[in-house]
Nanobody, 122 residues
Framework: VQLQASGGGLVQAGGSLTLSCAASGRTNDIYAVGWFRQALGKEREFVSARFWHGTQKLEGNSVKGRVTISVDTAKNTAYLQMTRLVPEDTAVYYC????????????????WGRGTQLTVSS
């Protein structure tokens, strides 16, 4: 599976943004999708994950209540809608897919996109 994340940019604090993750290749193998982020000088952090075809979702503590993860299976695209952005949300955001449920366990994911930069200004 090949993944291409997009939608990042510069947003003012308090604003909203939706990131996209387009999947190609063996998309029938996708069981779950996750979003992770990595700020400069910090470790990778779990943001959210969900089943590709189901409704079970998981959110990271730092974004709980501010993100919505969704999937359009007809377009083979996952989305991460983020609201009430704060400067601490500034990071490179990565999407990843999994043939099983790894949840917030990043090493469990099989495929990773290249990431998209989100910068939140104060």
């Amino acid at each position: 599976v090949q993944l291409q994340a997009s939608g990042g940019g510069l947003v003012q604090a308090g604003g909203s943004l939706t990131l996209s993750c387009a999947a190609s290749g063996r998309t029938n193998d996708i069981y779950a999708v996750g979003w992770f982020r990595q700020a400069l000088g910090k470790e990778r952090e779990f943001v959210s994950a969900r089943f590709w075809h189901g409704t079970q979702k998981l959110e990271g503590n730092s974004v709980k209540g501010r993100v919505t993860i969704s999937v359009d299976t007809a377009k083979n695209t996952a989305y991460l809608q983020m609201t009430r952005l704060v400067p601490e949300d500034t990071a490179v955001y990565y999407c990843a897919t999994d043939k099983r449920w790894s949840g917030m366990y990043a090493p469990g994911y099989d495929s990773w996109g290249r990431g998209t930069q989100l910068t939140v200004s104060s």
